[in-house]
């Protein structure tokens, strides 16, 4: 039997997407393999195009899981979002069954079990330019991080500012009015596509999350 001579731990990321997560996860001193139903073809890790739900999980010191959030996203209309499934407590059911550490990432509305929140003003405009606010389920102690809109200083009136856009769409909006290398660069990802951007979290979310989690498997 083969055995693995990588000193770090392996991380299952379902539902990956193109890798935001698993950046973050990576970043913090795992070795990370990411799951999808779509082909990714961006994704920086080692990929496999599966269904999350019935993809096996063995092999594996820690498991995240990102399942779809148009269900209760409030990007999406309410008369739409029924159309969208929800795949929280299914996603939830099959990771408990494995005894491992494991974290469920969504959006703020989602039906998650004590979650802690980070946005992502907490790290301050050097490292990201987006406030965006995100849920951690775990089964081990997590801590979240709280927002610091102050730091961010919005144009007013709210005009573009070519000059400092990325400020800008922190606290005031102005998305639609970036390219998309200063989307990635507000999000701290230089290798995806402008979809692929707006369905990922900035690495620096799992990061943060996965330096506990590596803690707590260690300890």
Same mark, same amino acid.
């Given at each position: 039997?083969?055995?693995?001579?990588?000193?770090?731990?392996?991380?299952?990321?379902?539902?990956?997407?193109?890798?935001?997560?698993?950046?973050?996860?990576?970043?913090?001193?795992?070795?990370?393999?990411?799951?999808?139903?779509?082909?990714?073809?961006?994704?920086?890790?080692?990929?496999?195009?599966?269904?999350? &739900?019935?993809?096996?999980?063995?092999?594996?010191?820690?498991?995240?899981?990102?399942?779809?959030?148009?269900?209760?996203?409030?990007?999406?209309?309410?008369?739409?979002?029924?159309?969208?499934?929800?795949?929280?407590?299914?996603?939830?059911?099959?990771?408990?069954?494995?005894?491992?550490?494991?974290?469920?990432?969504?959006?703020?509305?989602?039906?998650?079990?004590?979650?802690?929140?980070?946005?992502?003003?907490?790290?301050?405009?050097?490292?990201?330019?987006?406030?965006?606010?995100?849920?951690?389920?775990?089964?081990?102690? &997590?801590?979240?991080?709280?927002?610091?809109?102050?730091?961010?200083?919005?144009?007013?009136?709210?005009?573009?500012?070519?000059?400092?856009?990325?400020?800008?769409?922190?606290?005031?909006?102005?998305?639609?009015?970036?390219?998309?290398?200063?989307?990635?660069?507000?999000?701290?990802?230089?290798?995806?596509?402008?979809?692929? &951007?707006?369905?990922?979290?900035?690495?620096?979310?799992?990061?943060?999350?996965?330096?506990?989690?590596?803690?707590?498997?260690?300890?």
């Amino acid at each position: 039997m083969a055995v693995s001579v990588s000193a770090r731990p392996r991380l299952l990321d379902l539902f990956c997407g193109a890798g935001g997560a698993s950046m973050g996860y990576h970043r913090a001193g795992f070795d990370v393999v990411g799951v999808d139903l779509h082909h990714q073809p961006r994704y920086p890790f080692q990929f496999v195009q599966a269904d999350a &739900l019935t993809f096996t999980l063995d092999g594996f010191d820690a498991i995240h899981a990102s399942p779809p959030c148009q269900r209760f996203s409030k990007s999406v209309d309410i008369a739409d979002r029924a159309k969208h499934p929800d795949l929280i407590a299914a996603t939830r059911d099959r990771l408990v069954t494995t005894g491992l550490p494991y974290v469920i990432e969504n959006v703020p509305q989602a039906p998650l079990i004590d979650p802690v929140r980070i946005c992502g003003s907490a790290f301050g405009p050097d490292v990201l330019q987006v406030a965006r606010h995100r849920l951690f389920e775990s089964n081990v102690p &997590l801590a979240g991080l709280p927002c610091r809109h102050e730091l961010y200083v919005p144009q007013y009136p709210p005009a573009w500012n070519r000059k400092n856009p990325l400020r800008f769409v922190a606290v005031s909006g102005g998305w639609q009015h970036l390219s998309l290398e200063e989307r990635g660069r507000a999000m701290g990802i230089d290798w995806m596509k402008d979809t692929e &951007l707006s369905e990922s979290i900035p690495p620096a979310y799992t990061e943060y999350v996965g330096r506990q989690l590596l803690s707590y498997i260690s300890a």
